[in-house]
């Protein structure tokens, strides 16, 4: 299994980006997805999650109404839109899949993970 997380860069306060995660080796639509972060010298924290079929899905409180996670099936891809960025948001941004809705949201033991990217944002 393979997750590839791209579209990670540099962006100024207030500015939008949007992340992709690309897996393959899976039967991606029988999976949750989720992205979270790392800051420096900070702990792994969840982000966003979506479920298997697309139908739902959850957010922190720390990027509820900015960022909108997203999927299409047919490609096997997660998207991240995060808009109204802050400085805050500077982080590693990484995606991972878990068959369990729980484990997804409350970072438990997830099946996989993929390779981050980073994501910069200057005020």
């Known amino acids: 299994v393979q997750l590839q997380a791209y579209g990670g860069g540099l962006v100024q306060a207030g500015g939008s980006l949007r992340l992709s995660c690309a897996a393959s080796?899976?039967?991606?639509?029988?999976?949750?997805m989720g992205w979270f972060r790392q800051a420096p010298g900070k702990e792994r924290e969840f982000a966003a999650a979506i479920s298997g079929s697309g139908g739902r899905t959850y957010y922190a409180d720390s990027v509820k109404g900015r960022f909108t996670i997203s999927r299409d099936n047919a490609k096997n891809t997660v998207y991240l839109q995060m808009n109204s960025l802050k400085p805050e948001d500077t982080a590693v941004y990484y995606c991972a899949a878990d068959r369990s809705w729980s484990a997804m949201v409350n970072i438990n033991g997830l099946d996989y993970w993929g390779k981050g990217t980073q994501v910069t944002v200057s005020s």
């Open positions: 080796g899976l039967t991606f639509s029988s999976y949750n």
